[in-house]
């Protein structure tokens, strides 16, 4: 693990669907597992219906059942799925060990267009727990799968789920260096840029329409910013010297950057309007890794200018910073939840590097990770699950961890994952 103050990791516009699939391994789960039958949906066959759609229950199923949180149920011996919770004998599946039971049904909706129904029914109490509409496309059926998982994981925990969204992550492999975007649950992965030079640290524009990432394509690095629906992209930090770390404001309007044009690596507030970049911290320190707290009154930021890198808080206001990490010699890469009470970083401990979280409000830490690599860790959507990258076997590899430290999984596939970046 190194302190990224001169980041040492472009570029077809592009976006190529890629050609490795990334393979999901749980590595731990929660103590007590619900168990959950999640039936085949019922699909309407009727003039207008798209062809070939594939049953949402595969997505719903293997959402849950990877979570760490569920015990999904075999269900293939369900010759003819129910339609609605009338045709539903809830006695029978709960003797066969299920407390919830999810059920669907896919009509046709007009020209192109599907209707989506779920229900989740509590098998026990023999009682309706909640039922959602969907009207989609049939290219937006996997997207209104992790949405019904969602709601199951909200209904059954009491806290969203975070099965929707997606990824980005660097890819080495064969030589080169690609930049890739999958599904949250790392299906669908698309190539957005290709380069024989190092990709590091992509950062989601709130929007999550736009990538910033650092590229080394000029023998240096500099900060892209890259349009995903057009591949459109431009340079927006070449300055002299190093150009890195990019981190969002809430408006998207800015990016917060880690500059070495003047002295020694500085944070600059950059407009993505005007170009003009305005420093930020001062002083002789090395300063990089920026990340604005969600209410856009903070920028969190690693510093050593305390004597070891540690994690500095900065008003934005005023500009005045008080250090934030005191437990141990070595905490950087700052990342918070969104609702910026947690903050996740990376701590040192016997020469090994872990994911580690603290309460902002009481200071208690906890360290998460066991592996002895571990980089940037980003927060899904939900606030209860951490991306990281690590090593296993001496191979890169992404990772996720609960904010508890209970619910662990592995996603790898060939080559070498690094950066992740959880998005919108």
């Not at 969602?150 to 990824?167: S, T």
């Not at 080169?176 to 698309?190: G, M, T």
């Not at 057009?230 to 927006?236: C, P």
């Not at 990340?291 to 305390?306: A, E, I, K, M």
Request: overall charge neutral.
């Amino acid at each position: 693990m190194l302190f990224r103050l001169l980041l040492p990791f472009l570029c077809c516009l592009l976006a190529l669907p890629a050609k490795a699939v990334m393979t999901i391994e749980i590595v731990g789960g929660a103590a007590n597992r619900i168990p959950v039958a999640i039936l085949p949906f019922s699909i309407t066959q009727a003039p207008g219906m798209p062809s070939g759609l594939h049953n949402p229950v595969e997505v719903v199923a293997g959402d849950l059942g990877r979570s760490g949180y569920f015990r999904v149920l075999d269900t293939t011996d369900v010759a003819v799925p129910p339609a609605e919770p009338r045709e539903l004998q809830l006695p029978v599946w709960k003797s066969r060990g299920a407390d919830a039971v999810v059920i669907g049904q896919i009509r046709p909706r007009g020209h192109d267009r599907i209707e989506v129904r779920f229900w989740l029914l509590d098998a026990v109490r023999q009682t309706q727990l909640t039922a959602l509409v969907y009207t989609t496309t049939p290219e937006g059926l996997r997207t209104v799968a992790h949405k019904i998982a969602d709601a199951v994981h909200l209904a059954l925990l009491g806290e969203p789920g975070a099965y929707g969204g997606r990824i980005a992550y660097i890819l080495k492999r064969n030589g080169r260096y690609e930049l890739q975007v999958a599904d949250a649950d790392s299906q669908n992965a698309v190539t957005v840029t290709v380069s024989p030079e190092p990709l590091i640290s992509p950062a989601w524009s709130p929007d999550g329409q736009r990538l910033a990432y650092v590229s080394f394509e000029d023998k240096k690095p500099v900060v892209y910013v890259q349009n995903l629906a057009d591949g459109r992209r431009r340079a927006v930090a070449k300055f002299r010297g190093s150009n890195s770390a990019p981190a969002w404001s809430r408006d998207g309007r800015r990016l917060a950057v880690a500059l070495s044009k003047d002295e020694t690596s500085q944070i600059y507030l950059l407009d993505l309007l005007t170009g003009d970049a305005i420093r930020f911290t001062r002083g002789g320190a090395l300063d990089t890794e920026p990340v604005f707290s969600p209410d856009g009154q903070w920028l969190y930021f690693t510093s050593d200018r305390g004597g070891s890198p540690q994690i500095y808080r900065a008003s934005l206001a005023t500009g005045a910073a008080t250090r934030v990490t005191f437990e141990g010699s070595y905490n950087v890469s700052p990342a918070l939840s969104p609702d910026g009470r947690t903050l996740a970083f990376v701590h040192r401990r016997d020469g090994r590097f872990h994911i580690a979280v603290m309460d902002l409000n009481s200071h208690q830490m906890q360290v998460l990770t066991e592996t002895v690599h571990d980089e940037s860790p980003s927060f899904a959507a939900n606030g209860r699950m951490l991306l990281y990258a690590t090593l296993v076997n001496d191979r890169g590899v992404l990772a996720t961890v609960s904010v508890d430290g209970k619910v662990k999984q592995r996603l790898s596939q060939s080559g070498d994952l690094r950066e992740p970046a959880w998005g919108p």
